[in-house]
């Protein structure tokens, strides 16, 4: 009979735990984070130095990554682009998911018309095709940042709020709520202190994912002129100012930027999907 050891479960529990590519995609996430960050210190040149004798240059020792049609070193942009490129996704999400989780555990707790009524408003706007939404909303208040990130947070919510609703119906039907309504706990606190709390590590896992989905809208939206503007340093604006040199044959001025939009989105959905799971077996 073979006696297998604790210390040899180990290894295969961690590995189980944590895949090599969630591993690798984590660490690359950290990195480009710790990059942004330190863009100050490790950037080689000045984001919005101009050198027009270095227009369009090649990969060099001065200029690793090569540089724009105003001789701008694309290293250094894209290093100071991963500011805006993460932390608008971020604040995105964060409205989406005030507006979405409110409006899905009210659905939930209250039930009856109110449940109906907020369901309905939900399909609407769910079946309203996003991108159309958010032109619409950005011909009306005018483009920019803000506004495609109000524009977006908007057209997210829905989402959100009927994954937060069917979450919330399940924890509903659970013992401890009764328990918590027997000792006369109003049901905003039973909400707020238990229910809510109780769903976040499975909402958190879902905005993960959703992470990578809103920088690329983002990135899709500067790209097409409604987003973030010049002299604004944005990777999908940077794709978009580098799309006349490659009729000159320059491909880097757009494929630095959006190489770095594929991978960073791929490497979210990579640990989106592995933290969701976890977080949505630990409920």
């Known amino acids: 009979m073979t006696t297998v050891t604790a210390g040899a479960l180990i290894p295969v529990r961690v590995r189980a735990r944590r895949p090599v590519p969630v591993m690798i995609a984590g660490g690359f996430l950290a990195l480009i984070v710790v990059a942004a960050v330190c863009a100050p210190l490790i950037a080689p040149h000045a984001p919005d130095a101009v050198d027009l004798s270095a227009s369009l240059a090649g990969t060099t020792s001065q200029h690793p990554l090569g540089t724009d049609a ?63 939404f958010v032109v619409l909303v950005i011909a009306v208040f005018g483009d920019g940042l803000t506004t495609s990130i109000i524009a977006l947070g908007l057209a997210y919510a829905p989402t959100i709020a009927r994954y937060t609703r069917s979450l ?22 039973i909400c707020v202190r238990h229910l809510v709390p109780n769903l976040a590590g499975a909402i958190v896992g879902y905005l993960v994912v959703l992470f990578g989905e809103g920088l690329m809208s983002l990135a899709t939206l500067s790209y097409l002129g409604f987003g973030a503007g010049s002299p604004s340093i944005d990777w999908g604006l940077m794709v978009q100012e580098g799309q006349d040199a490659v009729v000159q044959g320059a491909l880097l001025p757009s494929l630095v930027p959006g190489t770095a939009i594929a991978v960073v989105v791929v490497a979210f959905n990579i640990v989106g999907v592995w933290v969701s799971d976890r977080l949505g077996k630990g409920r």
């Open 70 to 132: 105003s001789g701008q070193d694309l290293l250094s942009r894209v290093l100071y682009g991963a500011r805006s490129s993460l932390l608008a996704p971020l604040a995105l999400l964060a409205l989406a998911a005030l507006l979405g989780v409110t409006i899905g555990t009210v659905a939930a707790w209250r039930g009856g018309w109110v449940d109906t009524l907020l369901s309905r408003v939900t399909d609407v706007m769910y079946a309203f095709p996003g991108l159309l």
């Open 168 to 189: 919330a119906l399940a924890e509903r039907s659970k013992p401890y709520i009764d328990a918590y309504r027997v000792q006369g706990m109003s049901g905003t606190r």
